[in-house]
C-alpha cells in the first residue's frame, strides 16, 4: 500500500489492546471494579469490548431496561483515556425470553427443539428474535452511539451454527423459489433428481438435509449450506439496521473464527459473503500453542495462512479479537503459553495486519463455564503474576508500534481459498472421507513462502486475479464457469498458474463436467487428467521430478496430455513412467499440473523454481534458519519487520540492511541472535 493510502479500520491511529470486558459478572463487587481501572492502566490496555453477553442484565425482564451500571463503566473506561468497543448481545439470549417465546429456539438437524442454555443457540429465522435483538441495538444505539469512548460496534458474537425449524425450512423454500426462479425443474435438475427417485413435484416437500432424513442430494446439501450463510447474513443485517442508520460513522465488525484442533479457517460459514456486510475483518485466535503433534514453526506458519485469508477478504488490516494470554479452558489439553510466547504470538498476528491484540476476557470469571479461561487479571487479582506481566509488555510493545496501524502487505503471490468448493468437496461420497484436507493442503502450498518469507495473499474466488505473478489453486473441486473463465483469462494475460489433483471436477450445482475436464481447463494445461486413483496410507507410490523422487500419498491422477511438457512422472503402479506433473505455455502465461499429493519438500523445491523464475522475493534481505519468520508491514517507504523466532533453540539471522529496532531505538546490521521465542521489531527505510 502507498503512502496516505493507510486505512484505519477502527477509525483509531493506535494498536488496541484490552479485550471482553464483562463488569456484568461483578455489579455485586463494586470494589472489583474500581481495582479494574487501576489494572486497566497497569496492564496498558486502553480497549474494552462491553456487554457481548450481557441480555439478563441489560433486559432483566422483557421491556425492563437497566442500562445504568453500563453508562457508569463507559464513563469509567473513558475517564481513565480508554475506548469501548460495544457489542450487541444476541450471542446469549435472557432466559425469560426462551420461556415466554419458545420459537427463538433452535431445532437441530435431527428436528429435535432445543433447550434453553448456552449460547449461539437461536433460530436466525424467528420473528420475535430478530424483533428483540432490533430493538435492543437501537436502544443501546441512540444511547451510546455519541459517546466520545465508543470506538467500534462488535456485532453478536461468533455467529455459527444452523436452525431446522418450520420457520427456517419456510425460509429456505423461499430462498430456493427465488434462486431457482420459480422453476422447480430448474431444482431438479440442478440437484439431479431423478437419482433414487429424488424428484420433487411441490416446493412444500423440499427439507434441510437431516440425519434422519436426505442427506445424500450434494445439490440440495450445497443450497442449504449457502443458505444457512445468507441466513445468518440476514439476521446480522437486521441487528444492525438502527445501528447504521443513527451511527454511520462508526465501525462495524463479528468476529470471525478458526477451526481447531488444525487450526484451519472456519467452515460453517462462508466468511468471503459476510465479509462484504463488514467495515472490519476481525477473528478470535486460539492456537493450541506448545502441543504434542507439531512444531511450534509448524502451527504458526498456519497462524499465518487464516491471518493472510483474513486479511485479504477485505485486503486491508483485520483485528485481533480474541486471544488468550495464557491457556483456554476448552482444548483437550489447555496448556500455558510459556515464558514469551505471549508477546510473540502477539505479534505474529500484528506482522500479518492486525492492528489490535484483544484477549477473551479481560478479568477471569469466577464460576461457570469459563472461569479456568486464560485472563488478563486472574483470580489472586494479582499484578504480579506472569501472565499479567507478559500482557503488560504486550501493551508496552503496541504503544510503540502506532505507525504500523494502518499499514498493509503486498503480495505478488495468491492462494486461492473457497467455502464452497470445500463443502462441496467434504459432501463428495468419493476419493478418501480422511484424506481430502482441503484447508490442509492449502497450507502446505502455503508453507514455503511463509518459510521464505514471501508475502501471499489469500484471497476468494471474486477478488483481482490479475494483480499477482502466481497465483495457486489447490483442489478446487468445484469451479464454476465463471470462475474457470478468469482463470483462463489470468493464465492467457501472463499470470503463473498453479493446480492440482482434484480440481475443477463439478460445477456451482455440484453436478460434474462432462466430457472429460472442462474444455478450458484442457486448453489452459494443455492436459486431460483422465483418472484419479486413491490411495491408502499404507501404499506407497513416488514421483519423479528434477532427478529426484518424492513420495507421494493420498491422490495420484492418471494425466493424459496434449500440449504440455511432463515435468514429473510416476514411479510406480499401473501408471508408472506416465506424467504426474506437467507445465504448458498459454497465452502470455503458463499453467502447472500437479497430479498427486506429494511430499514436503517437494513443494519447497517446487516452488523454489516459480520462485526464482518470476523473481519473487521476501520485502527485506534477512536471512535466517528455518523457523524463524519475518513478516513485513509496508508504508511507502518504510517497512516494518517482525522478526520472530518459533524455535526453542537460539537462532542467527543476518540483516543485509540497517534497521532501527522499535523497542530500544538501536540501529542494526549484520548478525543478530535471537533467544527462543523471541521477536524484534525493525523499521527500515
Ligand atoms: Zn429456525
Known sequence: MLKNEKTFTTAADFMLHGGDYNPDQWLDHPEILQEDLKLMKLSNSNTFSLGIFAWSTLEPQEGDYHFEWLDKIIDNIHSIGGRVILATPSGARPSWMSQKYPEVLRVDGARVKQLHGGRHNHCFTSPVYREKTAQMNRLLAERYGKHPALLMWHISNEYGGECHCERCQDAFRNWLRDKYKENLKALNDSWWGPFWSHTFSDWSQIESPSPIGENMVHGLNLDWKRFVTDQTISFFENEVTAIRELTPEIPITTNFMADTHDLIPFQSLDYSKFAKHLD????????????????????????????????????????????????????????????????????????????????????????????????????????????????????????????????????????????????????????????????????????????????????????????????????????????IARLKQFTAEGGTLVMTYISGIVNEHDLTYLGGWHQDLQAVFGINPVETDTLYPGDRNSVQYSNRSYELTDYATVIETHSAAVDGIYEADFYAGSPAMTKNSYGKGRAYYIGARLEEQFNRDFYQELITDLSLQSVLPIEHGPGVSVQVRQDGDVNYAFVMNFTEQEQTVSIHVVAKDLMTGEELSGELLLAKYEVRILAVK
Request: with cysteine.
Open 280 to 483: 472490519v475483518i476481525s477473528w478470535d485466535a486460539y492456537p493450541a500453542w506448545h502441543n504434542d503433534w507439531e512444531t511450534t514453526a509448524n502451527l504458526a506458519m498456519k497462524v499465518g495462512f487464516i491471518n493472510d485469508l483474513y486479511r485479504s477478504l477485505k485486503q486491508q488490516p483485520f483485528l485481533l479479537m480474541e486471544s488468550t494470554p495464557s491457556a483456554v479452558n476448552w482444548h483437550k489439553i489447555n496448556k500455558a503459553k510459556r515464558p514469551g510466547m505471549h508477546l510473540l504470538s502477539s505479534m505474529q498476528m500484528v506482522a500479518h495486519g492486525s492492528d489490535s491484540i484483544l484477549y477473551f476476557q479481560w478479568r477471569k470469571s469466577r464460576g461457570s463455564s469459563e472461569k479456568f479461561h486464560g485472563a488478563v487479571v486472574d483470580h489472586d487479582n494479582s499484578v504480579d503474576n506472569r501472565v499479567f506481566k507478559e500482557v503488560s509488555t504486550v501493551g508496552e510493545t503496541l504503544e510503540k508500534l502506532s505507525q504500523v496501524v494502518g499499514t498493509n502487505r503486498p503480495a505478488d503471490v495468491a492462494i486461492l481459498y473457497d467455502w464452497e468448493s470445500n463443502w462441496a468437496l467434504n459432501h463428495a461420497q468419493g476419493y478418501g472421507t480422511e484424506t481430502k484436507c482441503y484447508p490442509q493442503t492449502l497450507q502446505e502450498h502455503y508453507r514455503t513462502f511463509w518459510e521464505q518469507d514471501i508475502p501471499v495473499d489469500v484471497i476468494t474466488k471474486e477478488q483481482e486475479f490479475s494483480r499477482y505473478k502466481l497465483l495457486i489453486v489447490p483442489m478446487l473441486y468445484l469451479a464454476s464457469e465463471e470462475t
